[in-house]
């Protein structure tokens, strides 16, 4: 099952511009992550933000993370055609068990225009 | 490159059929999870092993199992495959589930289509 429901589902822009994407979820969480992936190819790891932090930055990247509206959004800045790809949330659960398995929401397809 | 292998790359095979999925996790890494990826059902957590033993299950149907083996490489059983079955199917590792979490590094997958 998803829980984390990315918006815009696509998104186009100009190269140079900013990127903005957001991200919903449910239930309550240890953390927080975008994962980037070019076509059909595997993911890649962009950041994680933890439930008791409210922004993060990696260079072009800023997330923001609210837990209040179980939200979160990624910026990317200055974007560049290489950004283009899908973008996904995912959600680590408070878990005892020792599993952080990661849920994943459907994801931002962005397609940045040279 | 993250380091997780993943073979094959392509499957083809008629519905049916079984298949296992292989995944060597990157060097040191004891936690492996697979995690399957369709059209209809976007990215799903299947199964996570950590030093050879289950840790937690998620959307695995009863016809797929998996295993973790001694040397850490997972395998991942599909059998008695229906069209449906037909997705990518990534593995993806961590260096324990215990304690602060561990970035997962994802493998490059493999392509399944069943026929």
């Known amino acids: 099952s998803q829980q984390g429901e990315e918006d815009p589902q696509a998104l186009s822009i100009q190269e140079g511009e900013n990127a903005t994407m957001n991200c919903s979820y449910k239930?309550?969480?240890?953390?927080l992550q975008w994962y980037r992936q070019n076509s059909g190819r595997g993911l890649v790891h962009l950041i994680l933000?933890?439930?008791?932090?409210r922004e993060k930055h990696s260079g072009r990247l800023r997330v923001t993370l609210d837990t209040s509206k179980k939200s979160s959004s990624l910026l990317i800045t200055a974007s560049r055609a290489a950004d283009t790809a899908s973008y996904f949330c995912?959600?680590?659960?408070?878990?005892?068990?020792?599993?952080?398995?990661?849920?994943f929401g459907k994801g931002t397809k962005l397609s940045v225009i040279p | 490159d993250s380091g997780v292998t993943q073979t094959p790359k392509h499957l083809i095979t008629a519905t049916g059929q079984r298949v296992t999925l292989r995944c060597s996790p990157r060097?040191?890494?004891?936690?492996v999870y697979w995690y399957q990826q369709s059209l209809d059902q976007g990215l799903q957590f299947l199964i996570q092993?950590?030093?050879?033993?289950?840790?937690a299950k998620g959307n695995i149907l009863e016809r797929f199992s998996a295993q973790q083996f001694p040397d850490l490489h997972s395998e991942l059983n599909l059998s008695s495959l229906e069209l449906g079955d037909s997705a990518l199917y990534f593995c993806?590792?961590?260096?324990?589930?215990?304690?602060?979490?561990?970035?997962?590094?994802f493998g490059p997958g493999t392509r399944l289509t069943v026929l």
């Open positions: 239930t309550s969480i240890n953390n």
């Open positions: 933000i933890r439930s008791n932090e």
């Open positions: 092993y950590y030093n050879g033993e289950e840790r």
């Open positions: 993806a590792s961590s260096v324990a589930p215990s304690g602060d979490y561990n970035e997962q590094f």
């Open positions: 060097s040191g890494d004891l936690s």
């Open positions: 995912a959600t680590v659960p408070i878990s005892g068990a020792g599993s952080y398995q990661l849920t």
